[in-house]
T-cell receptor, first 115, second 113 residues
Framework: AQSVTQLDSQVPVFEEAPVELRCNYSSSVSVYLFWYVQYPNQGLQLLLKYLSGSTLVKGINGFEAEFNKSQTSFHLRKPSVHISDTAEYFC?????????????FGKGTKLSVKP | NAGVTQTPKFQVLKTGQSMTLQCAQD?????MSWYRQDPGMGLRLIHY???????DQGEVPNGYNVSRSTTEDFPLRLLSAAPSQTSVYFC????????????FGSGTRLTVV
């Protein structure tokens, strides 16, 4: 069965510093990978996704992620964060090929950007 | 094109009451799913459907029923609400093709007292 591990439940960082939010997954088949952001009391917004092709994926708001198949990771990065990036971030994975896949989420990482 | 519409946005139930959370999409998506979100737990899959007349269980199906009589609608039923079902519920549908991905509703915040 597939699973997703977000290695840090909370990440505090100062404004304009770089940040990396880590995500590892387990799956025996090929996968699609997603990062979502959720601002307080709001719904989910897609940041970026990996379906195929280049392993470096660029998303909205200056975020990017790199798919590493050998390490089964899909870490999210931003070179310089803003106060407005304070939110909860979710990594999600879907198996594809063969039987129908479902989107499975990690438990989330709360990013707190301090001035 | 309204996307995925969830109603109601907020609901308070008493223990033992029943209710149905509504989810509708107007994009002709075959796949739809329900999640619950709890603090520190991420989103967990309750039930999903790959098309009208076909449903299956996800990770946390107990206490919930679903049916899919049309492509557009995928209601989630709580037959006898319990405080443990206090949560935020999200419905999603899946796009296929070049823009593969998921469209989420805005959520229903349910409190069971």
């Amino acid at each position: 069965a597939q699973s997703v591990t977000q290695l840090d439940s909370q990440v505090p960082v100062f404004e304009e510093a770089p940040v990396e939010l880590r995500c590892n997954y387990s799956s025996s088949v090929s996968v699609y990978l997603f990062w979502y952001v959720q601002y307080p009391n709001q719904g989910l917004q897609l940041l970026l996704k990996y379906l195929s092709g280049s392993t470096l994926v660029k998303g909205i708001n200056g975020f990017e992620a790199e798919f590493n198949k050998s390490q089964t990771s899909f870490h999210l990065r931003k070179p310089s964060v803003h106060i407005s990036d304070t939110a909860e971030y979710f990594c999600a994975v879907e198996n594809y090929g063969g039987s129908q896949g479902n989107l499975i989420f990690g438990k989330g990482t709360k990013l707190s950007v301090k001035p | 094109n309204a996307g995925v519409t969830q109603t109601p946005k907020f609901q308070v139930l008493k223990t033992g009451q029943s209710m149905t959370l509504q989810c509708a999409q107007d994009m002709n998506h075959e796949y739809m799913s329900w999640y619950r979100q709890d603090p520190g737990m991420g989103l967990r899959l309750i039930h999903y459907s790959v098309g009208a007349g076909i449903t299956d269980q996800g990770e946390v199906p107990n206490g919930y029923n679903v049916s899919r009589s049309t492509t557009e609608d995928f209601p989630l039923r709580l037959l006898s609400a319990a405080p443990s079902q206090t949560s935020v519920y999200f419905c999603a549908s899946r796009r296929t093709g070049n823009n593969y991905g998921y469209t989420f509703g805005s959520g229903t915040r349910l409190t069971v007292v």
